[in-house]
């Protein structure tokens, strides 16, 4: 199975900067929708953000609207998530999440699962 490589995650202080990468080698994947997910120590998983297969429709949750944007470049089988004006309660583990059903947007969200291993973002106040 064709594992992701995520890079970007780290160390930043509140109001600063990150961008995450999900590249992926072997096969491509510019036919579906991707997204991220994040958990932070102690929670539950949850949903940030989502791109549909070609670039055209994006969703955020309403915790990273405004802040975070998700791109992706199919000729480079990658997907990215910009992450500006951080806040210390977005320190987690960000996952890159695939959806492999080839449902249409927006059902494709619903369908997204973890893909990658994940990169830890700390952000410190």
């Known amino acids: 199975q064709v594992q992701p490589v995520e890079s970007g995650g780290g160390l930043v202080q509140a109001g600063g900067s990150l961008r995450l990468s999900c590249a992926a080698s072997?096969?491509?994947?510019?036919?579906?929708?991707m997204g991220w997910f994040r958990q932070a120590p102690g929670k539950e998983r949850e949903f940030v953000a989502a791109?549909?297969?070609?670039?055209?429709?994006?969703r955020y949750a309403d915790s990273v609207k405004g802040r975070f944007t998700i791109s992706r470049d199919n000729a480079k089988n990658t997907v990215y998530l910009q992450m500006n004006s951080l806040k210390p309660e977005d320190t987690a583990v960000y996952y890159c999440?695939?959806?492999?059903?080839?449902?249409?947007?927006?059902?494709?969200?619903?369908?997204?699962?973890?893909w990658g291993q994940g990169t830890l973002v700390t952000v410190s106040s």
């Open positions: 999440a695939l959806d492999r059903s080839g449902m249409s947007w927006p059902n494709a969200i619903r369908y997204l699962e973890i």
């Open positions: 791109i549909s297969w070609n670039g055209g429709n994006t």
């Open positions: 072997g096969r491509t994947f510019s036919s579906y929708a």
